[in-house]
């Protein structure tokens, strides 16, 4: 089992930078691709962006790609995710999760969910 625990949420206006973090236990982090989704209000919960297990590869949801970087730091078996230029379409409870079958990052591919951090961006 892994357990993952979200940070970093909060208020920001629109145009601000924002820095999520997904701290995980138990299980084997390294093993795992990770990946952050989002879901807003009336909406189904959306991939964002997606990491492989070294951390060697990276992709992104378009209506982020530029502006959302995901890292991560398995030393410290921490996922990041760096979110510049938020808009108020942004706003949504960021979920971290990890996956055993990176590249394929649906929401029903994923094998582990943190219980999210909700990012708000203001105008």
């Known amino acids: 089992q892994v357990q993952l625990v979200e940070s970093g949420g909060g208020l920001v206006q629109a145009g601000a930078s924002l820095r999520l973090s997904c701290a995980a236990s138990?299980?084997?982090?390294?093993?795992?691709?990770m990946g952050w989704f989002r879901q807003a209000p009336g909406k189904y919960r959306e991939f964002v962006a997606a990491?492989?297990?070294?951390?060697?590869?990276?992709n992104y949801a378009d209506s982020v790609k530029g502006r959302f970087t995901i890292s991560r730091d398995n030393a410290k078996n921490a996922l990041y995710l760096q979110m510049n230029s938020l808009k108020p379409e942004d706003t949504a409870v960021y979920y971290c999760?990890?996956?055993?079958?990176?590249?394929?990052?649906?929401?029903?591919?994923?094998?582990?969910w943190g219980k999210g951090t909700l990012v708000t961006v203001s105008s």
């Open positions: 138990g299980g084997t982090f390294n093993s795992y691709a």
């Open positions: 990491i492989s297990w070294s951390g060697g590869t990276t």
């Open positions: 999760a990890a996956t055993d079958t990176y590249p394929k990052v649906r929401v029903r591919d994923i094998n582990y």
